[in-house]
C-alpha cells in the first residue's frame, strides 16, 4: 500500500502559477505510473498528466505548454507545475499512482483561480 499526500493548493489570479506537491509514503521508482487528476465541481474527474515508468509525461490538451509534472524520487515527491492559469483550472487536484494492480489516490488539494 502507500499513502499520498497532496498540498501546494490555494488561490490565485488568473495568470498566476502554483506548484502542486504529492509525497508518497514509500519509493515513487517502484510506480508503474503517477498521475495528477482534477475534479471541478459537477464535473467528472479527468487526468491532468501522467507519467509513466519509461519517463513518459501525457498531458490533456487544455494544460499542455502550461503545466509541467516532474518528480524527485529522493523525496518520493511529485510535482505539478502550473503556470499562466486560468478560472476553468479550478478545481480539486489529486495525486494517483498505480502499484501492484490497484490505483491509490490521496486527499487532495483545492485550486482556485479567480480575481
Known amino acids: 500500500q502507500v499513502q499520498l499526500v497532496e498540498s501546494g493548493g490555494g488561490l490565485v489570479q488568473p495568470g498566476g502559477s502554483l506548484r502542486l506537491s504529492c509525497v508518497a509514503s514509500?519509493?515513487?521508482?517502484?510506480?508503474?505510473?503517477l498521475g495528477w487528476y482534477r475534479q471541478a465541481p459537477g464535473k467528472q474527474r479527468e487526468l491532468v498528466a501522467r507519467?509513466?515508468?519509461?519517463?513518459?509525461?501525457n498531458y490533456v490538451d487544455s494544460v499542455k505548454g502550461r503545466f509541467t509534472m516532474s518528480r524527485d524520487d529522493a523525496k518520493n515527491t511529485v510535482f505539478l507545475q502550473m503556470s499562466s492559469l486560468k478560472p476553468e483550472d479550478t478545481a480539486h487536484y489529486y495525486c494517483?499512482?498505480?502499484?501492484?494492480?490497484?490505483?491509490?489516490w490521496g486527499q487532495g488539494t483545492q485550486v482556485t483561480v479567480s480575481s
Open positions: 494517483q499512482v498505480f502499484l501492484g494492480g490497484a490505483d491509490y
Open positions: 514509500r519509493s515513487i521508482s517502484s510506480f508503474i505510473t
Open positions: 507519467l509513466t515508468r519509461d519517463g513518459r509525461i
